[in-house]
C-alpha cells in the first residue's frame, strides 16, 4: 500500500512539472476580448478580411474580437505596438507583405524577425489601374506611350516603400521605361486622385479597386499574379506582356515574439476554421483573395524568405525613401 502511495506521488509530481505556465495559460485561453491590430486606415483591402475574419473568431472562441485600426509611418505604428504587446494571445496583427519590406527601408523601433507568425490569411495579385482618361487600354500600350513619353506617365500608391510602389518600380525595371512614382501617405488619397484624373496609374489590391472597376471609374490594365485572377477573368496578367513579371501580395496574422506555442496553435486552429467556412470563403474569392490558411511553421518560412528578397530587391535597386 505504501509503494502504491508512493507511486502515485511520483506520478503527481511528474504530471505537475510538466504543466508549464504556458500550458496552463492556453488551457485557459481565451478568457477575455482579443484585438486584432490592423496598421492600416480604415477602409482598405485589409477592411473586408478583418471584419470577416473576427465576426467567426468570434463565434468559435466564444469571446469578442475586436478590430483596431492603427495606421500611420508606412504601417509601423500598429506594428510597433504589436511588438511591444504582452505576449498572452490578447493581441494580434493583421498585416501584409509590406512588412518583410520596411526592416530594409526603415530603422525599426522593433525587430520584425523576432515576431511571431501565425498564419498566411490570404494572397492577392496586385492590380494596375488606369483612368478611363489614359491613351492606353493595356500593357503593351502602356510601354509603348511610356518609352515615347518619359516620365510623363504618373503612377500613384499608397506609400513609398510599400508594396504598389515597388510594383510600380519592378514594372519600369522589366519594362524599359521611366515614370514618375507619386507616394502618397495611405491608399484612400491615391484612390481619390486616379478617380479624379489626377494621376494616371496606381497599383493597389483588387479587393481596393473591385467597386470602382463595377462603377467605370477606373479601368484594370493588369494583374500581377502568373495566372489570371478568378474574380476578374477578362483581366490580362501583366506577364503575358512582360513574361516573368510576379507579384503577389499577401496578409498574415502576427502575435508579439515569445507567444507561447499552446497560444499560437489555438489562434491558428481558429482562423483555420474561419477560413474553411463556406460563406467566408465565398466572400474573399469573390473580392479576388485565395485563401491560404498555411501552418504556422509553413508562414514563419515564408516570411522570413520574404525578409531576404526584399533585402536583395531594394539593394540592387538602390530604392531609397526620400
Given amino acids: 500500500m505504501q509503494t502504491m502511495k508512493l507511486w502515485l506521488s511520483a506520478c503527481l509530481i511528474l504530471f505537475a512539472s510538466a504543466l508549464t505556465p504556458a500550458t496552463i495559460f492556453a488551457a485557459e485561453y481565451p478568457s477575455r476580448p482579443i484585438k486584432i491590430i ?14 470577416l475574419l473576427a465576426e467567426k473568431m468570434t463565434a468559435d472562441l466564444g469571446v469578442t474580437v475586436l478590430v483596431e485600426n492603427k495606421p500611420g509611418a508606412s504601417s509601423i505604428i500598429g506594428t510597433d505596438a504589436l511588438a511591444k504587446a504582452v505576449p498572452d494571445g490578447y493581441t494580434i496583427l493583421l498585416t501584409n507583405r509590406a512588412i518583410t519590406v520596411n526592416p530594409w527601408l526603415f530603422k525599426l523601433p522593433f525587430d520584425t524577425a523576432k515576431l511571431t ?53 519592378l514594372l519600369e525595371k522589366s519594362s524599359g521605361t521611366r515614370m ?68 503577389l501580395s499577401w496578409f498574415g496574422i502576427f502575435a508579439p515574439p515569445q507567444t507561447p506555442k499552446p497560444i499560437v496553435d489555438r489562434l491558428y486552429t481558429s482562423i483555420r476554421k474561419a477560413l474553411n467556412n463556406p460563406d467566408l470563403k465565398a466572400r474573399l474569392n469573390d473580392e479576388g483573395l485565395d485563401t491560404i490558411e498555411s501552418t504556422p511553421e509553413r508562414f514563419d518560412k515564408l516570411f522570413k524568405s520574404d525578409i531576404s528578397f526584399w533585402q536583395k530587391f531594394i539593394k540592387e535597386n538602390d530604392i531609397k525613401l526620400d
Avoid: C, W
Avoid at 40 to 50: E, H, R, Y
Avoid at 120 to 134: D, I, K
Fill in 180 to 247: 514618375t512614382m507619386v507616394n502618397y501617405k495611405g491608399s484612400g488619397s491615391s484612390v481619390t486622385d486616379l478617380i479624379s484624373g489626377q494621376i494616371n496609374l496606381s497599383f493597389g489590391t483588387v479587393p481596393s479597386f473591385m467597386q470602382h472597376i463595377k462603377n467605370g471609374t477606373v479601368i484594370p490594365l493588369g494583374v500581377s499574379s502568373s495566372t489570371r485572377n478568378a474574380s476578374l477573368p477578362n483581366v490580362p496578367t501583366i506577364g503575358e506582356t512582360l513574361p516573368g513579371f510576379e507579384l
Fill in 117 to 169: 507568425p501565425i498564419t498566411e490569411l490570404v494572397s492577392s495579385p496586385l492590380l494596375l489601374v488606369a483612368h478611363p482618361s489614359v491613351p492606353y487600354k493595356n500593357i503593351k500600350e502602356l510601354i509603348a506611350f511610356a518609352k515615347a513619353n518619359p516620365n510623363t506617365v504618373t503612377i500613384g500608391n499608397s506609400g513609398a516603400g510599400q508594396l504598389p510602389h515597388l510594383a510600380g518600380v
Fill in 38 to 51: 490592423v496598421p492600416f486606415a480604415p477602409g482598405g483591402g485589409s477592411d473586408v478580411i478583418t471584419r
